[in-house]
């Protein structure tokens, strides 16, 4: 759909400024307000009515279109624009006075010439619509990393989105109080040309601007825009970490509990991991696994305790759906099945939708997410391979207890990994935490759909980061060791790849819930109770330290999973030139030394 004009909702709701605005605030809306020059303003305060307002208000627009209640109350589908279905990274910038603050693997552009560029866009782009004022918090209320944003918008969807995907309305008025301390957050979905696509981040001016996108990464600006590249960029001046990262929590059949992060880049298996359900035989012995968050983390070292805590700054879900079924992530099928959105997925006759693997037999016939008739052998996918859902943290069925805790969860693992079909084995712990960067900065996947460009080439992605990384990467990379100087207990750093193949192109792991028996190994090595035998690339399992039961495996397919050949290593290790020549003189020295280390042992 391109851009179209959004009546206001209905003026029963509650449609007034706060009472004794921030001074700071009422500025800069105003400014905001002169530049784009909409019809109307409207001051969203996060209700659940007026939620409900919107999804009506996005009917009658034709912004969304009602699914069936009785299957999924409460759930709506929206097709985006199809020049519009991904992260825009090559038109993603950081603008900064000066390009060292930015780095080699980000776009820069000068602060000064981007607001040139951008002003002559935002000009008028609101006339004849509504803009939206969406305040609202990063992170548990009262968390010492909370952060404030307000987002002018005139999408209704990101409105929407919004108050699902974050803390949204009067509490972050009550937060942000008399502090000139927000993110400033502008955007318009313009015409949605990428010819005139523009992501600007100013870190320094704690500022976004999103002009002529409507997707949700591109759009959403309290999501990748502020609570990674922009946390991640005050994180390094404030001491702490914004990551890409899932945050888990796994409870043992004691009672002991275990908080795990784990960075995967975008169509990995992140959010089936997140939440993950174990075989029957663990639950049957009491594990239970729990979700804290499915894609973004800020962490900090705790002063009395010296540990890395963490929390997830996000209050809803914005995953991925193909593949998603009862089979792969049962938890994902229940958190969506109500109070949704589902975004370029196919719709079915009786208003229920489908994608690519939701079911084993496709529909007879449906309208695909471009909104033409699909029949299953027309030849096209009836759902985008980057289709979504955005959905409230409080559906999930294994939501963690503590995940509105503001004291956040401390962290005893972070686990490192990618799509690799070859090369790279199951699972390995690093020797320590500067191998454990090394590990997490070397970090390769498969390419697929989350964002544009080609799929199936090996991209370096430092720490799941390469797109997220507000600023220089050699300072992020310093950031990492230097914040291990702060830690008196570290957390173990771990590699996995669920996805490697045998010779035949089969998957070697079955993956999904039996990940789980990689997880007790690893949560065993945390506690200090489990072997593993030193390797080239690290500490790994024995073939007796994992557990094989009831899986059609036998010891020599797994000692084939955890192989490590090394011809095949060494030309991993020339490949990661890609990164190293990026940073040529600029890579720190601890990088040097483990690659130098890591040669020598194989």
């Not at 239970?288 to 010296?306: A, H, P, R």
């Not at 005893?412 to 079909?421: K, M, Q, V, Y």
């Not at 990661?576 to 600029?586: P, S, T, Y």
């Amino acid at each position: 759909m391109t851009a179209t004009t959004v009546r206001p909702p209905p003026t029963k709701l509650n449609n007034t400024k706060p009472d004794d605005l921030n001074p700071a605030v009422q500025h800069w809306i105003d400014q905001c307000i002169q530049l784009c020059k909409p019809d109307q303003v409207y001051w969203c305060n996060g209700s659940a009515p007026e939620r409900q307002e919107m999804f009506t208000q996005g009917v009658k627009d034709g912004v969304f279109i009602q699914l069936n209640q009785q299957k999924l109350p409460g759930c709506y589908l929206h097709r985006s624009n199809q020049n519009d279905v991904a992260r825009s990274e090559h038109l993603t910038f950081i603008c900064t006075p000066s390009e060292d603050v930015v780095g080699p693997t980000n776009n820069w552009m000068n602060d000064k010439a981007a607001y040139t560029k951008l002003r002559p866009l935002f000009d008028g782009c609101m006339r004849g619509r509504t803009m939206y004022v969406c305040s609202f918090v990063m992170g548990p209320i009262g968390s010492p990393l909370a952060k404030v944003g307000i987002e002018l918008t005139d999408s209704l969807y990101v409105a929407v989105s919004m108050s699902i995907m974050t803390r949204m309305g009067d509490v972050a008025w009550k937060q942000l109080g008399d502090s000139d301390e927000f993110t400033r957050c502008l955007h318009s979905v313009g015409d949605c040309n990428p010819e005139r696509r523009y992501i600007c981040h100013f870190p320094i001016d704690n500022t976004i601007w999103s002009f002529g996108s409507g997707y949700g990464g591109n759009a959403l600006l309290g999501k990748k825009c502020l609570a990674l590249r922009i946390a991640s960029y005050l994180g390094h001046q404030q001491e702490w970490m914004a990551e890409h990262m899932l945050l888990m929590g796994a409870t043992a059949p004691d009672g002991e509990k275990t908080y795990v992060a784990a960075a995967f880049p975008s169509a990995c298996g992140k959010t089936n991991f997140a939440m993950l359900i174990p075989p029957q035989k663990y639950r049957e012995a009491g594990w239970k696994i729990t979700t804290v968050g499915d894609d973004i983390v800020w962490m900090w070292v705790d002063e009395k305790s010296g540990r890395l805590r963490a929390i997830n700054p996000e209050a809803g879900y914005f995953g991925v759906v193909p593949g998603t079924n009862y089979h792969t992530n049962p938890n994902a099928m229940v958190t969506m099945a109500k109070n949704s959105i589902y975004t370029n997925v196919a719709l079915l006759p009786d208003g229920d939708v489908w994608w690519e693997g939701k079911t084993e037999q496709p529909p007879k016939e449906c309208i695909d997410w471009t909104g033409q008739k699909w029949t299953p052998d027309c030849g096209r996918k009836a759902a985008h391979p980057n289709s979504r859902f955005t959905a409230p943290v409080i559906n999930n069925p294994a939501l963690d207890p503590a995940a509105n805790d503001p004291a956040g969860v401390p962290v005893s693992a972070i686990i490192f990994g990618g799509r690799r079909s070859r090369a790279i084995p199951l699972v390995y712990q690093a020797f320590n935490w500067v191998h454990g960067v090394y590990l997490g900065a070397a970090l390769g996947s498969e390419t697929t759909a989350a964002a544009t460009g080609q799929t199936g080439v090996v991209r370096r992605d430092p720490m799941a980061m390469l797109p997220f990384i507000g600023y220089n990467i050699r300072d992020y990379l310093v950031h990492w060791f230097r914040m291990r100087k702060k830690m008196k207990d570290c957390p173990r750093i771990f590699h996995v790849n669920w996805f490697r193949k045998d010779d035949q192109g089969r998957f070697m792991w079955p993956g999904f819930g039996e990940n789980m028996r990689v997880l007790k190994w690893i949560i065993d090595r945390c506690h200090g109770r489990a072997y593993a035998i030193e390797t080239p690339l690290g500490w790994m399992p024995r073939v007796q330290d994992i557990d094989l039961e009831g899986l059609n495996i036998t010891h020599e397919d797994f000692l084939a999973m955890q192989t490590i050949d090394n011809a095949e290593f060494k030309a991993e290790i020339l490949s990661q030139e890609e990164l190293f020549l990026k940073l040529a003189g600029d890579l720190p020295k601890e990088m040097v030394f483990q690659r130098e280390l890591l040669i020598s042992r194989l």
